[in-house]
Antibody, heavy 119, light 106 residues
Framework: EVQLVESGGGLVKPGGSLRLSCAAS????????MSWVRQAPGKGLEWVGRIKSKTDGGTTDYAAPVKGRFTISRDDSKNTLYLQMNSLKTEDTAVYYCTTTSHGSFHYWGQGTLVTVSS | SYELTQPPSVPVSPGQTASITCSGDKLGDKYACWYQQKPGQSPVLVIY???KRPSGIPERFSGSNSGNTATLTISGTQAMDEADYYCQAWDSSTVVFGGGTKLTVL
């Protein structure tokens, strides 16, 4: 069974930075397109961004609210996905999920990691 | 920007059929998928590419997509199906989620 384990969440002040990690196992990570999806407390799902596999170009796309502030990267040698978050705002407070992306859908999800942006 | 609209809540009696709609401009020209999320849990994909069920998803879950509306249908609804359901589609290179529908099994 595919396993995705997020880490790195926590409390950060507005304007600060945080890097989330997602350790992947039990599938061929290097071939996978991966995404981050977040969910603010009591709210719905919101896509953050996606990174393609290196064989498909390794390019990234981002949602408008995070473009220019967040960066998705991957280390296929470590089977790990990253989300670098800079210039954090209070509205970035959410549970952040790592997901596999195929057929236009998010098939497997991690358990999520909570990011709280507050002074 | 592209938007997907879902009803906030849908009630259903046990054993009956529940239909949850998702509306968007020319949504039928895109692929729609659906997620189930129970309290305190991560979302689970229940339908992708309009009509396909991932392995492990019961046959009572089905989907359709035509015109401006995608529909998730749950036949013979069970108490365990009570959850929030989200539709999702791609618009250009970005993802859009619907606002979510709370399915209540009365």
């Amino acid at each position: 069974e595919v396993q995705l384990v997020e880490s790195g969440g926590g409390l950060v002040k507005p304007g600060g930075s945080l890097r989330l990690s997602c350790a992947a196992s039990r599938f061929t990570f290097s071939n996978a397109w991966m995404s981050w999806v977040r969910q603010a407390p009591g709210k719905g799902l919101e896509w953050v961004g996606r990174i393609k596999s290196k064989t498909d170009g390794g390019t990234t796309d981002y949602a408008a609210p995070v473009k220019g502030r967040f960066t998705i990267s991957r280390d296929d040698s470590k089977n790990t996905l990253y989300l670098q978050m800079n210039s954090l705002k209070t509205e970035d407070t959410a549970v952040y999920y790592c997901t596999t992306t195929s057929h236009g859908s998010f098939h497997y999800w991690g358990q999520g990691t909570l990011v709280t942006v507050s002074s | 920007s592209y938007e997907l609209t879902q009803p906030p809540s849908v009630p259903v009696s046990p054993g009956q059929t529940a239909s949850i709609t998702c509306s968007g401009d020319k949504l039928g020209d895109k692929y729609a998928c659906w997620y189930q999320q129970k309290p305190g849990q991560s979302p689970v994909l229940v339908i992708y590419e309009d009509t396909k069920r991932p392995s492990g998803i019961p046959e009572r879950f089905s989907g359709s997509n035509s015109g401006n509306t995608a529909t998730l249908t749950i036949s013979g609804t069970q108490a365990m199906d009570e959850a929030d359901y989200y539709c999702q589609a791609w618009d250009s290179s970005t993802v859009v989620f619907g606002g979510g529908t709370k399915l209540t099994v009365l």
